[in-house]
């Protein structure tokens, strides 16, 4: 069964330094990763997803992601945060396991707390 | 435009109560998904409707949970003789249609404690 792994529960960071929020998957088969977001007192939001072509995708606020392969990882960068990216980080993987649902399994998620 | 509505935001109840959570997914979207998001966990899957039809009910952790939705729109999460271990926030999503790369919609979730 696929599965996914956040290997930070925390990541604290100050204001405009570089982070990334790490993302371990598995899965026997192809898959499609997402990252979503879950800003305080909201509901979960799409930040960005892979499906196919190129392993490298990026988010209109500055978030990208690269898919590897050899590595089973979906991870998460920013190069410069901001205060507002303080919020809860989801990765999730979809795959052909899942009898073409589109159901999601979520990892455990990392609270990203940027500090000024 | 509106999105993904649920109901109550919160519910509080007994051990044993039944209780019954709603949702309102986005018009037009025929697929619709329950989570269930236990503290400090991300989101677990529960079930998924494709228009009136449970395609997949095989997240529901037994017989206790039911889900609904008649008329393809509005969906309903049943719990039977709620447990302690229910208290959990439920999600639910809709997606435009089924497919693994289908953008799923949240809702704000519904925060069950039972008591």
């Given at each position: ?37 879950q800003y ?74 940027v500090k000024? | ?31 619709l998904y ?82």
């Amino acid at each position: 069964a696929q599965s996914v792994t956040q290997l930070d529960s925390q990541v604290p960071v100050f204001e405009e330094a570089p982070v990334e929020l790490r993302c371990n998957y598995s899965s026997s088969v192809s898959v499609y990763l997402f990252w979503y977001v879950q800003y305080p007192n909201q509901g979960l939001q799409l930040l960005l997803k892979y499906l196919s072509g190129s392993t490298l995708v990026k988010s209109i606020n500055g978030f990208e992601a690269e898919f590897n392969k050899s590595q089973t990882s979906f991870h998460l960068r920013k190069p410069s945060v901001h205060i507002s990216d303080t919020a809860e980080y989801f990765c999730a993987v979809s795959d052909h396991n899942t009898g073409n649902t589109g159901k999601l399994i979520f990892g455990q998620g990392t609270t990203l707390q940027v500090k000024p | 435009g509106a999105g993904v509505s649920q109901t109550p935001s919160n519910k509080v109840t007994e051990k044993g109560k039944y209780v019954e959570l709603r949702c309102d997914p986005i018009s037009g979207h025929t697929a619709l998904y329950w989570y269930r998001q236990s503290l400090g966990q991300g989101p677990e899957f529960l079930i998924y409707f494709q228009g009136t039809g449970a395609a997949d009910d095989s997240g529901l952790p037994n017989d206790r949970f039911f889900a609904v939705r008649p008329e393809g729109s509005v969906s309903t999460l049943k719990i039977q003789r709620t447990e302690r271990g229910d208290s959990a926030v439920y999600l639910c999503a809709s997606s435009l249609d089924r497919g693994l790369g289908n953008e799923q919609f949240f809702g704000p979730g519904t925060r069950l404690t039972v008591l």
